[in-house]
Structure formats: structure tokens, C-alpha cells
């Protein structure tokens, strides 16, 4: 169901309780000029949302309702919103409206939108965590009693996922650099993660960002230039599949090459060509684990003659989900639960 489609159509039906949710949308609306829906849906059972574009597409549409029996909230479904990429703002507006003032809707995890959903609709928030500050983009929708919370869970779950490919030391064993294809929330949460590392063989010498739009670009300078690093970062704006050829033949040896774009998931095809050739001994980085996954296959093309190590999403995905459903049911996230819920995620997956 895509809520970007057409107005909610049910409202509270409690009288006292439009009036005060009346009362704080006009409040946001006169603070932001923003013109902010006044009318939701009523949830009958607690709901758990999935912000995205091809929702139901997903995995943890089957992996969800094992994992909320395991965690003793079976009462718990989950409802997908998809959006087209960067959609308009009343819609990302209203997304967060049915989340903030229906009682029994719990909160969602954000993908794609990451960063537009949080341009669109930052007044609604009554707390922002210092990542999402840091960031500008929220990954976690949360509520604590009334107050509306935004949480950017990438820099904690991209970090987990990235130390447990490359281990301890990487860049100082390898010699290598990181080639980014994308400057979204998920680029945005690597390269944060990465300036935080204390030890400097966890950090690349440089960090080059490749995006088809300036605007991101400028978004991501903006975040780095705030950090005190080391790391050199080289922003670059191409849309051209063969000048990033290019720019990744240039890369050393023992390289991370991710692809943080979406294409292969959200849209058709890859940031390179198939004439491209990754570094040696390069480890490709492919964010999504579902769709064409283009990038994947390609890097898998050449996995023998390069001798690349090649990573799908699904880890990513595994941290992604849990951190965010720990956030917002309230929960602790043990290294025994994490492992837990992953094996009954895999065994969705086979």
C-alpha cells in the first residue's frame, strides 16, 4: 500500500483526542509553513511500518512475524508505505503523521528515503538522536509515551556489517581505499563510522564518493567537513557507467568498491559497466541483497581473475532490522538475541 497514493481516510474517533492532535498539527503547520495532514488511519492492532519503495518485495515480510513470535509480541503486524525516490514532501509528511498521532502505530524503519523523509518532515520530530543530527537523515522512527523520535541507525549498523567483512587493521594490511558509488544516507553512515575509528589502520588514506546529483554531494562534504579526520574524501559528480570504470581502475589494490546508489534494487541497472575492472585483491560491496543486482553480478564475474571478495546486503539488512525493531519495541539487543533472530531470518532466506 503506498499512503504517497491517497489520503488516509480514517480519522481518531475519540473527540477529544482529534482535537489535540488537530491542535499540534497547526501548531507544526504555522512553525514550518508546511501544509501537514490532519487525518489518518486508526490502527486496530499494534503496527509495525516499513518506509520504502518496493516493500513487499522484501524478506522480512516473511522474516517479521517469526521474529515478533520469538520475541514474545505476535500481536505485532507489519505494514509497508512505499514511495517513489525523492517524493514530494506532503507525502513523506504524511508517512510520518500516521506514525506520530496513531496510538497504536509503534514506529518504521526508513530505507531509501532516508534522507528526503527527514528534510520533509523535521518539525514533526520531537527528538532527533546526535547521528541523525550529525547526518541529517533518520533510519528509525521511535516513540517514547507522546514524543516522536528519529533515529539514524546506519553508522552503528553499516559499521557492524563493514568490521565484520574487513576485521581489525584492514587498511593498514591491505593498502587500499574506498570507492563509494552513492552519497545517500548509507554512504553518509559508512564514511561517519569510518572518521570515528580510533586506530589508524581502520582508516582508508582516501575516501572517494562518486553521486549523479551535486546536491548529496554537497550534503556529505558538509557532514565530513564538520568531523575532525584524516582521511582525505574526493567527491565526484558523474552519471557516466564508463567514467566510473574509470575512476575505479584507478583505485589500489585491496579497495573497497561499494554500491550505495540502489540501483540494482530501487532502479534498473549499475553504477559501472561490464567492461569495468575492480582492483585486485578488491572487496566489492554490494548494499542490497534483493533485485537484479546488477553490481553483484558483475563483481562476481570476476571474482576468480581478480581475486575479489564479494558481499551482498543480507548482514546489512540483519542489523538494519534488528537495531531498529530493539529501538522501537524497547528492547535489548544481545549478541544471543542478534544470533537468534539471524538464524531465523536465514532460514527464510534458503
Known amino acids: 500500500m503506498s499512503y504517497a497514493s491517497r ?32 487525518v489518518f488511519i486508526t ?14 518485495k522484501s524478506s522480512i515480510m516473511k522474516v517479521f512475524p517469526l521474529w515478533m513470535e520469538a520475541l514474545g509480541r505476535p500481536e505485532i503486524v507489519m505494514q509497508g508505505i512505499d514511495h517513489p525516490m525523492h517524493d514530494e514532501p506532503a507525502h513523506y509528511r504524511r508517512s510520518v503523521a500516521q506514525i506520530k498521532y496513531d496510538p497504536l502505530s509503534l514506529g518504521a524503519l526508513v530505507t531509501t528515503h532516508k534522507i528526503s523523509l527527514l528534510e520533509a518532515s523535521r518539525e514533526m520530530f520531537d527528538y532527533l538522536d546526535p547521528y541523525a543530527q550529525t547526518c541529517g537523515e533518520i533510519s528509525c522512527i521511535s516513540k517514547q509515551g507522546s ?36 552519497a545517500g544516507g548509507s554512504a553518509t553512515a559508512t564514511a561517519l563510522h569510518l572518521i570515528q575509528k580510533r586506530n589508524l589502520g581502520d582508516r582508508p588514506k582516501r575516501f572517494i564518493i562518486v553521486n549523479r546529483s551535486q546536491p548529496r554531494l554537497d550534503a556529505i562534504r558538509r557532514m565530513v ?32 568498491i561499494i554500491n550505495a546508489t540502489g540501483m540494482g534494487k530501487d532502479s534498473p541497472g549499475s553504477p559501472i559497466t561490464w567492461e569495468g575492472r575492480f582492483p585486485r585483491d578488491a572487496i566489492a560491496w554490494e548494499f542490497n541483497y534483493r533485485g537484479e543486482l546488477d553490481f553483484l553480478h558483475q563483481a562476481l564475474a570476476q571474482k576468480e581473475s581478480r581475486s575479489l571478495v564479494v558481499e551482498d546486503g543480507w548482514l546489512y539488512f540483519l542489523h538494519g532490522w534488528t537495531q531498529v525493531i530493539a529501538q522501537v519495541l524497547h528492547i535489548e539487543l544481545t549478541p544471543d538475541l542478534f544470533d537468534r533472530l539471524s538464524m531465523l531470518a536465514e532460514n527464510v532466506r534458503q
Open 147 to 182: 514524543r516522536l523520535e528519529g533515529h539514524a541507525k546506519d553508522p552503528i549498523t553499516a559499521g557492524l556489517s563493514l568490521d565484520a567483512i574487513i576485521g581489525a587493521a584492514y587498511f593498514e594490511r591491505s593498502g587500499g581505499d574506498i570507492l563509494c558509488f552513492g
Open 43 to 56: 490502527r486496530s492492532v499494534p503496527t509495525f511500518y516499513f518506509i520504502g519503495v518496493t516493500t513487499s
Open 225 to 256: 567537513n564538520a568531523q575532525p579526520t584524516d582521511i582525505e574524501f574526493i567527491y565526484r559528480c558523474n552519471q557516466d557507467p564508463h567514467v566510473n570504470d574509470e575512476i575505479m581502475t584507478g583505485m589500489p589494490e585491496g579497495s573497497i
Open 7 to 38: 489520503e488516509l481516510d480514517v480519522v481518531s474517533t475519540k473527540k477529544d483526542e482529534r482535537d489535540d492532535i488537530s491542535r499540534q498539527i497547526k501548531m507544526i503547520n504555522e512553525r514550518t509553513g508546511h501544509n501537514n495532514p490532519t
